[in-house]
Structure formats: C-alpha cells, structure tokens
C-alpha cells in the first residue's frame, strides 16, 4: 500500500479532506482513528496522513492518544492537515513535538480552513462563503498532494506569534477540563428517542436514560452528538436554538457511524 490517511472528525471536514487528498495520492487507505484501535491494524505504508481538525487551538486528544501508539512504527513520509476555521495558531508545531517524543518525524504540516462546527460561537456561514472555503481547500489540497508524492520535507505551517502564546496558554488550561465540558450539552422537546447521537459519538459517552440521551462526561467535544442530531434537538448552553447546524454536504450520516 503507498499511503494510509488517519483521520478524526466530528462533522466531515476532515473525511472530506483526507477523501481528495487519497483521490489526488491514488493508491490511499482511508481509517477513522477509531477503526484503527479496534482492529489494530499494523501500518505499512510508505506515506502516513494525519487529518484532524484543530480543536481550542490545539492537537484534540484523541488523536494525541493515537500518535502514542504508532511508537515503533516507522513511515518513511508521514504528513499532518490540521483542519480548522481560521486559526490553526500552534496545532501544527504542538503536533510536531508529540511525534518527536514518540520518536516520529513530522515531514510536513499544512493547515485548511473549512466553515466552523464550533457552534456555541454561531452556525457555519453563509452557503457563499462556505463554497468559497470548499473550493480553496481543494486548490490547496492539489498543491498539498504533489509535495507529499515528492515527500517534500518542510516547516509546518503556523498561526501569527500572538495567537500561539495566547491561545497555546487557553489549549494548556483547557485540556482537562474537555471530558466535562459536556455538562452544558441539554435536549429539548423535539427529541424522538432514534440514538443516533449515541452511535455517532466516537467517545460512547452518550446514553440513553428514560428515552433521552444523557452525557457521561468522556466527552472529546467533536460536537457530532449536536450537529447530526436529525431533529436539531440536542442543545449547548443558551445560545445553540438559534443557530444553524453543520456538517459537510459531501459526508453523511453512514460515512459517520462507518467510522465509530
Ligand atoms: C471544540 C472545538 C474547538 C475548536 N477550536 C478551533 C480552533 O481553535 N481554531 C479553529 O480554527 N477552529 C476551531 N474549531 C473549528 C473546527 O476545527 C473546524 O470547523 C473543523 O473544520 C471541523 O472539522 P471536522 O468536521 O472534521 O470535525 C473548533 C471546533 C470545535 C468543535
Ligand atoms: S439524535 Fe437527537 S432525536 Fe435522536 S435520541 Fe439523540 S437527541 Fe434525541
Ligand atoms: S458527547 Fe458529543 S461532543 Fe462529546 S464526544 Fe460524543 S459526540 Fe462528540
């Protein structure tokens, strides 16, 4: 096999990303993360991708979990996408380190900007501008893939100096704190018992008690429970009734539980 795409996603930026980034390499496997600690597949892949969306301003932890185990792999070529709404600030640099202590080299990093899934700071965009964000990922997906199949070694691409030490410093104080952060997630009236957030959390960190679902706190705040919740019924915080919910157009719910 030339390539193997890791991937972690909560609404299908990521999926889509590491979808054109195959069809541009040929010869790619695409694995959910998940799929990989289930079935522990051994890599043997040339070139190994890393696709994952920037998660407060940093590696999500999952994937930081899954780095851990490719210990004593050892891909020739191994590349990273950080996926994320405009600010990849230090995820890039973050994720270079964590390789190096697990005696990895990151060859190259890139970043894409796709619509945002971060809800409780508003819906997705406009349908314009998230067109315009799809179209610039796949320009820049193609330029991204003839480095890879040259297996150009390059800096990882990063956020302005700012951004690293402020928001660097909000990912440290956070960090821990993720796995609860699902005590602000609630469900209204239009709930229908279906579980589909159940299945769709890649942490199993949703059931179902009295025919509503109830979070248990190993939450990964990939916000797929809300946002492919069909009846919009899932709620975080006050602000989430009014705003739109997202996913790729592209990936759909099948291409999801597939992947958990
Ligand atoms: C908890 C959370 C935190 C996020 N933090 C950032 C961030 O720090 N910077 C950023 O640009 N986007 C951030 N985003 C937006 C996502 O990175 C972005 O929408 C990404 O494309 C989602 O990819 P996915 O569909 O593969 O999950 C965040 C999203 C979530 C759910
Ligand atoms: S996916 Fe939505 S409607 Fe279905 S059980 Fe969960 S909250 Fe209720
Ligand atoms: S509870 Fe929701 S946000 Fe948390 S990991 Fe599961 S699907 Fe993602």
Redesign the pocket.
């Known amino acids: 096999m030339g390539a193997t795409i890791f991937y972690y996603t909560?609404t299908g930026n990521s999926l889509w990303v590491s979808r054109k980034v195959a069809d541009e390499l040929g010869d790619t496997a695409l694995l959910s993360i998940a799929d990989y600690k289930d079935e522990n597949k051994t890599i043997n892949s040339e070139i190994v991708g890393l696709v994952f969306p920037v998660h407060i301003w940093g590696v999500p932890a999952p994937m930081i979990q899954f780095i851990n185990t490719l210990k004593g792999s050892n891909p020739e070529y191994v590349f990273a996408i950080a996926v994320n709404a405009g600010q990849v600030s230090n995820t890039l640099i973050q994720l270079k380190k964590i390789m190096t202590e697990n005696r990895l080299n990151l060859s190259a990093g890139f970043e894409i900007k796709m619509p945002s899934n971060y809800i409780p700071w508003g819906g997705p965009g406009p349908q314009e501008k998230q067109h315009k964000r799809f179209e610039l990922a796949q320009e820049k997906i193609s330029s991204i893939a003839v480095r890879i199949k040259e297996k150009v070694q390059m800096p990882v691409e990063k956020g302005p100096l700012w951004q690293r030490i402020l928001f660097t410093a909000i990912y440290n104080m956070s960090f821990s704190h993720v796995p609860k952060m699902?005590q602000k997630?609630w469900v209204d009236d239009k709930c229908n018992a279906c579980e589909i957030?159940c299945k769709?959390?890649?942490?199993a960190?949703?059931t179902m008690c009295e025919g509503k679902p109830v979070?248990n706190h190993?939450?990964?705040?990939?916000?797929?429970?809300?946002q492919w919740c069909p009846q919009e019924a899932i709620q975080y915080g006050k602000k989430t009734p009014k705003y739109e919910r997202y996913h790729h157009p592209e990936v759909f719910l099948k291409d999801m539980l597939k992947s958990r």
């Open positions: 909560g699902d997630f957030c769709v959390c890649p942490a960190n949703i979070w190993r939450c990964e705040q990939c916000f797929a429970c809300l």
